[in-house]
């Protein structure tokens, strides 16, 4: 079945540092969806790309999808406390499949002030 | 809107003993899933309802987990006789069909002893 795994499982930073998260996916996608799930809390849904090679800026966040529609980069600008948590990618492989999400397991995010 | 709704917050039990989970999609959304996310790894997906039809299944250990989805609405998830693998967060999650990301609940924090 898809597999879609995440890169680095931690990240430590200091506030002021970028940070970065790269996901994968064993199978093309029709859709990737990034999420991010404070500690203690459920996955919040922060954007969805659909295009190969398109990229989306939500302020500091960038998001990438890869060329073969395969890979996917969330990139922060400037880390802030605010920006804890874990952050998911998940991959919809479409077709009869459509709206059936497979998750990564995530790059846990650590912000020291 | 209200978001999505899920009770109870936190549930411990005994193995072999039964438990009920219940959710309460955003109104007007026709597909709800079931998640399980295990303590340190991402949601998995374990039924995906449209309307009150099954579409996905495949991951649901079907010897001991059930879900129904009456009406259309309201869900309910159980885990009959529980194991002390069950121990995860239930996340129940609501979409429009072909709309942007899930919105999920706050899950039900299961505890098997």
């Known amino acids: 079945g898809q597999q879609v795994m995440q890169i680095p499982q931690y990240q430590h930073v200091q506030e002021g540092e970028d940070f970065t998260t790269y996901c994968n996916s064993s199978?093309?996608?029709?859709?990737i969806q990034w999420y991010k799930q404070r500690p203690g809390g459920h996955p919040v849904f922060l954007i969805q790309l659909v295009k190969s090679g398109e990229v989306k800026k939500q302020k500091r966040l960038t998001f990438q999808f890869g060329e073969a529609k395969k890979n996917s980069s969330l990139h922060i600008t400037a880390t802030q406390t605010t920006d804890v948590g874990t952050y998911f990618c998940?991959?919809?492989?479409?077709?009869?499949?459509?709206?059936?999400?497979?998750f990564g397991q995530g790059t846990i995010l650590t912000v020291h002030p | 809107e209200a978001g999505v709704a899920q009770s109870p917050r936190y549930k411990i039990i005994e193995k072999r003993q039964s438990v009920a989970f219940w959710c309460n999609p955003i109104?007007?959304?026709?597909?709800l899933y079931w998640y399980q996310q295990i303590l340190g790894q991402g949601p998995k997906l374990l039924i995906q309802f449209q309307n009150n039809g099954v579409v996905d299944d495949s991951q649901l250990p079907k010897d001991r987990f059930s879900a129904e989805r009456l009406k259309g609405v309201d869900s309910t998830l159980k885990i009959q006789p529980a194991k002390l693998e069950d121990s995860a967060v239930y996340l129940c999650?609501?979409?429009?069909?072909?709309?942007?990301?899930?919105?999920f609940g706050s899950g039900t924090r299961l505890t098997v002893v």
């Open positions: 199978t093309t996608l029709s859709n």
């Open positions: 109104s007007g959304h026709a597909t």
């Open positions: 998940a991959g919809d492989a479409g077709g009869t499949s459509y709206g059936k999400l497979t």
């Open positions: 999650a609501s979409s429009l069909l072909g709309a942007l990301g899930y919105t």
